[in-house]
């Protein structure tokens, strides 16, 4: 399973465009790059999911690399609720015959909001 | 989205008690399911893997006689802390994959468990 690298935290200020970004140099040609969100004492809940170049959904957009090393997910226009901890992972989405992957989380990056 | 719940959500126990956890996966079925556990300021650390209908797959140093599993049901699978320890207190979620006919066959986690253990 592919290990993925993000900063450990971040700072931002409501109403400013968030991009965290994640390395994944080992990803494997079957991977898609998936993104939770978690609040304290929650369980993670699914923000966006890519393949490649550029996806965008109602509250995230991801873009990834044509080498897909790597991937950066944009939150635009932060608010204070957007304060938690984001998680980039790799594994392969084994589509419609099932047989899913487990999941391995790495540090995360816990985003600060601010007023 | 798909709905996981678990039950309870939080529980204090006497150390050397057995404590069970539930997780439920309430608008689909699931063949498999993930169980984690989260210390405070840590990441989710994968335990095991639940399958119905057969035993469930233990992450390296995990006890599998301590964190007993049973998946009994398309829609249930329940983690058993046996005699639990101080050092079991945590946060325990669970995890199920919806295969989908769209682009995202997502893992809907549940709300979790916080356990402590006196």
């Known amino acids: 399973l592919a290990k993925t690298t993000q900063p450990i935290s971040m700072d931002s200020y409501e109403g400013q465009e968030v991009n965290i970004t994640c390395s994944h140099n080992n990803i494997a040609t079957n991977d898609y790059i998936t993104w939770y969100q978690q609040f304290p004492s929650q369980g993670p809940r699914f923000i966006i999911q890519?393949?490649?170049t550029k996806v965008t959904n109602e509250v995230a957009s991801l873009f990834i690399p044509a080498d897909r090393k790597s991937s950066t997910l944009s939150l635009p226009r932060v608010s204070l609720s957007d304060t938690a901890v984001y998680y980039c992972l790799v594994g392969d989405r084994a589509g419609f015959s099932g047989g899913y992957n487990k999941l391995i989380f790495g540090a995360g990056t816990r985003l600060a909001v601010h007023p | 989205g798909a709905v996981v719940s678990q039950h309870p959500s939080r529980v204090i126990c006497k150390s050397g008690t057995s404590v069970k956890i539930e997780c439920r996966s309430l608008?689909?079925?699931?063949?498999?399911m993930f169980w984690y556990r989260q210390f405070p300021k840590q990441s989710l650390m994968l335990m095991a893997t639940?399958?119905?209908?057969?035993?469930?797959?233990?992450e390296q140093g995990v006890e599998k006689d301590k964190f007993l599993i049973n998946h009994a049901s398309l829609t249930l699978s329940t983690l058993t802390v046996t005699s639990a320890h101080p050092e079991d207190s945590s946060f325990y979620i669970c995890?199920?994959?919806?295969?989908?006919?769209?682009?995202?066959?997502?893992?809907?986690f549940g709300p979790g468990t916080r356990l402590t253990v006196l």
């Open positions: 608008d689909f079925q699931a063949t498999t």
């Open positions: 890519g393949y490649k």
């Open positions: 995890s199920a994959p919806k295969y989908g006919t769209g682009d995202n066959n997502e893992q809907f």
């Open positions: 639940s399958n119905e209908g057969s035993k469930a797959t233990y």
